[in-house]
């Protein structure tokens, strides 16, 4: 039995971000069973993307009429360029690993379309993210293999007084299940992929659409000694192994990707270990803590949480892992957990 009472909007106008999907499907599903006055709302992006495609916005629509509910599309094309793929591209040739997701559900997901719903009446707003809310507070959820709580860590803490998560108590398989008996078209629909617009090879894309080509550089080792040549910084990322292109026996991975004087750094897996790491623009979900504290981290999506302590230092937090962690990552997020409850999280440096 789910722990989150959607009884409690019986009568409220809630809208439901819906995908077309299972998720956010049966997040609708439940929250009209439940009693509350469901409308659905679809986002238009980029038409090559991975996500919100026209066959998705025609699956969203059969499963809208088939639960009886209205159903709007919100043409977000040109805020979705600008808030996830120009900063990807940006952040890219910074020589960071962006996390477009973030910037998506602050200023699209959570931003336009929840804007756009709100003009239509909603005064709440649902969608399918495995996550729970509880007295305010974010947490993960049930099924820890589907959490999204690492994402939404980002979101401003107010929001989350207008934000519904249905399936946060259930797992994968019973969200299935429940979309099966109600003959919900999207059962067995698989689920979208990050980076859902990047539609060819990472450097070739941003080299596309930037109009500039990538700047070719010097592979070298963490002395400076250069081991062969590079065709832009934008095709790697610290951790990766593969693509290299070196004639050399050691197995070698990216260990630092140095845009300021357009080279890539290798080194063995063991120097990719971080003893420590520090974290800017954190958004705190909790109050921000006065001294050191223990806490579980994250610093990557679907990544097991790490022990670690954080310490306020100025307007960056330096976080102190128990165990050195390896390939972490500037330009991704760092998540702080306190058991399953969200205690914020902000940009790694």
Not at 170 to 193: F, L, S, W
Not at 274 to 284: E, I, L, M, Q
Request: hydrophobic fraction near 40%; include cysteine.
């Amino acid at each position: 039995m789910a722990k989150n009472d959607l009884k409690k909007y019986v009568g409220k106008k809630v809208a439901v971000a819906m995908s077309g999907g299972v998720d956010s499907s049966v997040a609708a599903y439940l929250l009209k069973k439940a009693g509350a006055d469901v409308f659905g709302v679809t986002m238009q992006i980029v038409p090559w993307s991975r996500c919100c495609l026209p066959k998705d916005i025609v699956m969203a629509k059969v499963i809208a009429h088939q639960l009886g509910i209205k159903h709007y599309v919100i043409n977000l094309i040109k805020p979705f360029k600008k808030a996830a793929i120009d900063y990807f591209v940006r952040e890219s040739r910074r020589g960071r690993n962006p996390n477009p997701c973030v910037p998506c559900n602050l200023e699209i997901k959570f931003g336009a379309l929840m804007k756009a719903a709100a003009a239509k009446g909603a005064e709440f707003f649902a969608t399918g993210h495995y996550a729970r809310l509880e007295n305010g507070k974010l947490k993960r959820p049930k099924d820890v293999k589907k959490d999204q709580s690492y994402v939404l860590g980002m979101l401003p803490k107010e929001i989350f007084k207008k934000l519904i998560f249905p399936i946060g108590d259930y797992t994968k398989e019973n969200v299935r299940k429940i979309a099966a008996k109600a003959k919900i078209p999207a059962a067995e629909k698989p689920g979208n992929q990050d980076l859902c617009f990047l539609n060819m090879e990472k450097g070739n894309f941003i080299e596309d659409w930037s109009k500039k080509k990538n700047k070719p550089g010097n592979i070298v080792d963490n002395k400076g000694k250069s081991l062969g040549k590079h065709e832009g910084i934008v095709h790697y990322t610290v951790g990766q192994r593969r693509g290299l292109g070196l004639n050399t026996q050691e197995k070698l991975y990216v260990t630092e990707v140095d845009a300021g004087k357009n080279r890539i750094v290798v080194g063995a897996a063991g120097e990719l270990f971080r003893k420590d790491f520090y974290v800017d623009d954190v958004n705190w979900l909790t109050d921000a803590p006065k001294k050191l504290m223990n806490v579980d981290v994250l610093v990557r999506n679907k990544a097991e949480p790490q022990k670690a302590k954080i310490l306020i230092a100025g307007n960056q937090v330096k976080v102190t892992p128990a165990k050195p962690i390896w390939a972490v990552s500037p330009g991704q997020i760092a998540v702080f957990l306190k058991g399953d409850v969200v205690l914020g999280g902000g940009w790694i440096l």
